[in-house]
């Protein structure tokens, strides 16, 4: 099966540090790679699509200097939370779509789970 | 806008059977996922449904009716591990997935 990876698991960092995080498709190339947040007792929010070798489109509300993301190759993405703040402590998915597939399918990553101090 | 609709939380009981519903408008369609997620980790893929109709995965069943924006996912032959939270996402006309808020799913002995 299609499994996706996220390091690292969990991060703690002081506040005002960067942190980045990756995303690999381990055993398939991904065109489009997912990048959500999730908030205590809310659903996943999508922040932004990331396609292969193009800027991330993001959606509505989320900072695009403060949240950067590189979809460098078909199996790579990175999200980075730059100048951290306690705010921003969630815990972050990402989700890849297999290129090619005729099922509209996204693979979870196991999720990064930030604390800022 | 965009809408998804399922209960907040449920509670059954070990060995029964339980139906969550999902009714959903987007702006188009292209199919609709129920994931299952335990606190603390990610979602885990359950199914996809594009077609009407009920599709069957061993304890667990999805039915979709594109007509009514409704669809259902049911557990039968509860366990204790299958107390999650379950998801019903929508993939709408841009092919991006439209997250339910999610359904606490309590299983008591």
């Known amino acids: 099966g299609a499994v996706v990876s996220q390091h690292p698991s969990r991060v703690i960092c002081k506040s005002g540090t960067s942190v980045k995080i990756e995303c690999r498709s381990l055993d398939f190339q991904a065109t489009t790679m997912f990048w959500y947040r999730q908030f205590p007792k809310k659903s996943l929010m999508l922040m932004a699509t990331s396609n292969e070798g193009s800027k991330a489109t993001y959606e509505q509300g989320v900072e695009k200097d403060k949240f950067l993301i590189n979809h460098a190759s078909l199996t790579l993405s990175t999200l980075t939370v730059t100048s951290a703040h306690p705010e921003d402590s969630s815990f972050y998915i990402c989700?890849?779509?297999?290129?090619?597939?005729?099922?509209?399918?996204?693979?979870f990553g196991p999720g990064t789970r930030l604390t800022v101090l | 806008g965009q809408n998804i609709d399922q209960p907040t939380e449920m509670t059954a009981t070990e060995g029964a059977i339980v139906q969550i519903n999902c009714t959903y408008q987007?702006?188009?369609?292209?199919?609709l996922f129920w994931y299952q997620q335990h606190a603390g980790e990610a979602p885990t893929f359950l199914s996809y449904n594009v077609l009407d109709g009920l599709e069957e995965k061993g304890r667990f069943s999805s039915f979709l009716s594109r007509s009514k924006g409704y669809s259902y996912l049911l557990l039968k032959e509860l366990q204790m591990k299958d107390s999650a939270s379950y998801l019903c996402a929508v993939l709408d006309s841009n092919y991006q997935l439209i997250w339910g808020a999610g359904t606490k799913l309590i299983i008591k002995p």
């Open positions: 987007t702006s188009g369609f292209n199919g």
């Open positions: 989700s890849a779509r297999p290129a090619g597939r005729e099922e509209n399918e996204q693979f």
